[in-house]
């Protein structure tokens, strides 16, 4: 078989091939995508099985909503052929080492939640235009900044003070130390509750249910809607509720739970737990009521005690479609 020759085109009828598969399809070539294509199928032993083969793999492009230059307006350039061939021609090796990357952590973006807009952002991206508009106010401390590592230890002050004294070097590989700052800590607890808080919100059991919708209490409605509760707002609750905290240990035997605003003593003594791990610093959702009309009025009884439901990665990535997330890898 090796020795089988193939008879290629003359130049004139394979240009007119090509044409001709295009415009069947809907598309139109420019010029210099032409030539280009007429020399990848002259090396081709099958012509018409390459050509088809290249008309799928862009209509899947055109399918997926690309964005690749003149594919939107159904003229294919010569960089959608490129993109395409390359595609097409990897071999097993090369599709191996593009699937293995690694990612320098001090130089890639970090990405975080902003729970005003409700959108994601990457963080390295807003340091410089942040400096600028807030340089006047950078130092501007919380006299309880720094007090413990806690989620609340930082108010809404100290939250932008620690982000305009760590963003200065955060993501300049020449200034940014290998080991943060208490506020360094305190940031990285608020964003992490902040993150796992956006996606429990997103979760079907937690909805807020459309505007008509009938609540049948503080916990939830007939639909099963759970609604969570800030720990600021404890006061004066009745019924059963849900909150969603950070467990932490401020006093010898004494558990709390702390979400961005407040913190609150828990009583796990009579708390059914799901399956897992729980430990100090991890993120939970507890149902129970608060106070017993006795002396400890501020004490949370936990009835159930878990985890926040997890969120699948394709329901994640849909969340950040307005990110190009190939910046975090280079």
Do not use: W
């Not at 975080?112 to 950078?138: G, I, L």
């Amino acid at each position: 078989m090796s020795a089988m020759h193939r008879a290629q085109l003359h130049p004139r009828a394979l240009q007119r091939k090509i044409t001709k598969a295009f415009k069947m399809s809907g598309l139109s070539l420019r010029t210099d995508a032409v030539r280009a294509l007429q020399s990848v199928l002259n090396q081709e032993e099958e012509v018409d099985e390459a050509l088809q083969a290249i008309l799928s793999a862009i209509a899947v492009r055109l399918k997926a909503g690309s964005s690749v230059s003149g594919m939107q307006s159904g003229v294919v350039d010569l960089a959608t052929i490129e993109q395409v061939v390359t595609d097409l021609t990897k071999n097993v090796d090369d599709r191996l080492k593009a699937a293995l990357s690694v990612v320098d952590a001090y130089g890639s973006p970090r990405l975080c939640y902003d729970p005003v807009k409700k959108s994601f952002y990457f963080y390295s991206q807003r340091v410089v235009q942040k400096n600028k508009n807030q340089a006047p106010q950078a130092n501007s401390n919380s006299p309880g900044s720094s007090r413990s590592p806690d989620v609340t230890s930082s108010s809404s002050s100290s939250s932008s003070s620690s982000s305009s004294s760590s963003s200065a070097g955060a993501y300049n590989n020449a200034l940014k130390p290998f080991h943060g700052n208490a506020n360094d800590k305190v940031t990285m607890f608020r964003e992490r509750f902040q993150m796992v808080k956006q996606r429990v919100l997103r979760n079907p059991l937690f909805c807020r249910p459309s505007i008509g919708g009938s609540m049948g209490g503080r916990g939830g409605d007939a639909a099963g809607h759970i609604e969570l509760t800030p720990i600021d707002s404890l006061l004066g609750a009745r019924g059963t509720l849900v909150l969603l905290g950070m467990l932490t240990k401020r006093e010898e035997g004494k558990y709390h739970l702390e979400d961005m605003n407040g913190s609150v003593e828990i009583d796990l003594s009579e708390a059914r737990v799901t399956d897992g791990l729980f430990t100090l610093g991890c993120i939970v959702v507890v149902e129970g009521t608060i106070g017993d009309g006795g002396t400890n009025a501020d004490l949370f009884h936990v009835n159930t005690m878990g985890f926040p439901p997890p969120e699948g990665r394709q329901d994640a990535l849909n969340c950040m479609n307005a990110l190009d997330l190939s910046v975090m890898t280079g």
